[in-house]
């Protein structure tokens, strides 16, 4: 039985995420972020020009990036290191996809009552929350991060949450891909099949935009014009930690203590 000496070797490799901060370290690129350099406007230019998904804006010389867009190809940091740069935050998450941009625009309180009105409408699910994932024509790179969810690093289950093959038993509604044409009538189905409450997250870019694809004649560009999206977890794809974020913000189970989080409820 090899695992007994690797077991004693290695110790406990599960994580304590999210009551200690458990980052993958200095060096991964977990986001991009905007600093407080300066850019001529023509190499503004020319950083927009090269966004593969247009993910960079400029308004008056101020320029701003959506995480929602972005498939962190780095091409704006290797342009402007002075202004773009990677970041190892994974705490990204948002209730409101206008939050997804950087610089965050100034907070008029719609955060809050969004985030306030999902807190109530889960806190009757409290320790047992089933997930339910569907992918809407992913290229199959987030499904590899939501299945890690389960491994014996990450392992979900330790915080009361399991993956369900059923819609009717499913309290969260997992959602990657960029909405294809020919999975918008089964997503609607898969929502409507769900008992209330249920909560529905939009997994990485492509969910959120479409990513590459964008919007056509087979893509709707995002799975947000079929279904209602409660949490945006950004990302390309988003990493197991992005993932345990988005869902534990979505049935605030978050600790205070977190950079984005919310009250945790019946965690401790």
């Avoid at 289950?157 to 399991?162: N, V, W």
């Avoid at 345990?244 to 189970?253: F, K, P, Q, S």
Wanted: hydrophobic share 40%.
């Amino acid at each position: 039985m090899p695992w007994i000496p690797r077991g004693l070797r290695e110790g406990i490799v599960t994580s304590r995420y999210p009551w200690r901060p458990d980052d993958y370290g200095p060096n991964f690129r977990a986001s991009v972020t905007i600093d407080n350099g300066t850019a001529t406007d023509d190499e503004l230019s020319v950083a927009v020009g090269a966004c593969p998904t247009r993910a960079i804006t400029v308004v008056d010389t101020d320029a701003s990036l959506d995480r929602g867009a972005c498939i962190l190809c780095g091409r704006c940091v290797q342009m402007l290191p002075q202004l773009f740069q990677f970041s190892s935050v994974i705490e990204t998450s948002s209730n409101l996809r206008a939050r997804l941009v950087v610089p965050e625009p100034e907070n008029d309180g719609s955060l809050a009552a969004v985030r306030g009105e999902l807190a109530n409408r889960v806190k009757v699910l409290r320790r047992s929350v089933h997930l339910r994932h569907v992918d809407a024509g992913s290229d199959g790179s987030d499904e590899w991060e939501i299945a890690a969810l389960t491994n014996p690093v990450y392992d979900v289950q330790r915080l009361g949450i399991y993956f369900t093959a059923s819609p009717r038993h499913a309290d969260v509604l997992l959602v990657t891909g960029v909405g294809s044409a020919g999975m918008t009538e089964p997503l609607r189905r898969t929502l409507e099949a769900m008992p209330s409450p249920k909560v529905v997250i939009a997994v990485g870019v492509e969910a959120i935009s479409g990513g590459l694809v964008g919007e056509g004649y087979a893509s709707s560009g995002g799975v947000g014009s079929s279904i209602p999206i409660d949490v945006f977890i950004p990302g390309s794809p988003a990493s197991p930690f992005s993932l345990l974020h988005g869902i534990l913000l979505a049935i605030n189970m978050l600790p205070t203590n977190s950079p984005r989080g919310a009250h945790m409820t019946d965690a401790s």
